[in-house]
């Protein structure tokens, strides 16, 4: 086995992972303070790439104008889903939610194809997909550039975030509302204004991932099923864990890498695609909640 080609194949999948798990970082924040799975993740990616692309198509922005009002633009849907969509269905059964979140999901979709056109868009990022020069002269190893600026600017959202929740009040109140509602209710948590605070975020979070993605395949509707992808992420990590979101995004985009690599060639190829769902359906036959998920004890 050529080593140099093994850590090119495994470094290229640990760098996918990392926008894997960005993805899925947009399901845990909402799912860990509301308890709602957020179904239109995928569908607010989309949102916010075409949305971006849009602007600069019609409006003739530029990229660097286009990208803080779209970010605008996912703060201020990320409020309005908390109050026209969520907040009257406080209290019903959380089937309920998720259903609304995915009809969530089609109207989004519907709508940026209604104001942006269903044409794919290329997103010119400033970030040119060629080898490191770095790593090819000296380790020999085909390492996408465009892939590490793009797990740097995931590591510092993520960053950005754990500053969120460790050291401001708002943070505090976030790690308060998703340990307990009830009591953070009590102790005069505004709630309600907690969840539309945690959409805006998710919408944030959404438009990073929307642009990443978007510059490295196009601005598509098939952006809406990178969430997909992070279902075995999220059940690899816990769905209440943003580190847990990260490290199963790593584990996921090694495995699917390497796997097709591999194990391909001897079952006829074409197992990427489908793999990581076979190690996620795995490992929940050995641990449901996730490596750092919180376990739950059903008494009977």
């Excluded at 922005?61 to 703060?75: D, F, H, K, N, R």
């Amino acid at each position: 086995m050529d080593i140099n080609f093994f850590f090119e194949v495994l470094i290229g999948g640990l760098l996918s992972g990392v926008m894997y798990a960005l993805v899925a970082i947009g399901f845990v924040l909402i799912y860990k303070a509301s308890g709602v799975f957020n179904f239109a993740q995928g569908a607010m990616v989309f949102f916010a790439a075409l949305t971006c692309v849009g602007l600069m198509d019609k409006f003739g922005m530029s990229l660097w104008l286009a990208i803080p009002c779209t970010m605008v633009a996912m703060i201020v849907l990320g409020f309005a889903i908390e109050r026209v969509v969520l907040r009257p269905l406080v209290n019903q059964p959380e089937i309920t939610l998720f259903m609304a979140t995915i009809g969530l999901a089609f109207f989004l979709e519907g709508l940026a194809q209604l104001l942006w056109g269903s044409q794919v868009h290329q997103l010119p990022l400033p970030i040119e997909d060629v080898p490191m020069q770095s790593l090819l002269d000296r380790f020999n190893i085909v390492v996408s550039q465009f892939d590490v600026i793009a797990a740097l600017i995931c590591g510092v959202l993520v960053a950005a975030l754990a500053l969120l929740f460790a050291k401001t009040k708002v943070g505090r109140a976030l790690r308060a509302v998703a340990d307990d509602h009830q009591a953070a209710l009590a102790v005069g948590i505004p709630l309600q204004r907690i969840w539309a605070i945690l959409w805006a975020v998710a919408g944030v979070v959404a438009l990073v991932a929307g642009l990443l993605w978007g510059a490295r395949n196009g601005v598509q509707f098939a952006l809406t099923f990178i969430a997909l992808k992070a279902l075995p992420v999220l059940i690899l990590g816990g769905f209440t864990s943003v580190p847990g979101a990260i490290v199963g995004g790593l584990i996921i985009g090694a495995s699917e890498k390497l796997a097709e690599v591999y194990i391909g060639p001897l079952v006829g190829g074409g197992i990427e695609g489908w793999f990581p769902y076979v190690l996620a359906l795995l490992f929940l036959l050995v641990r449901p909640e996730g490596l750092f998920g919180e376990k739950i004890i059903r008494r009977i």
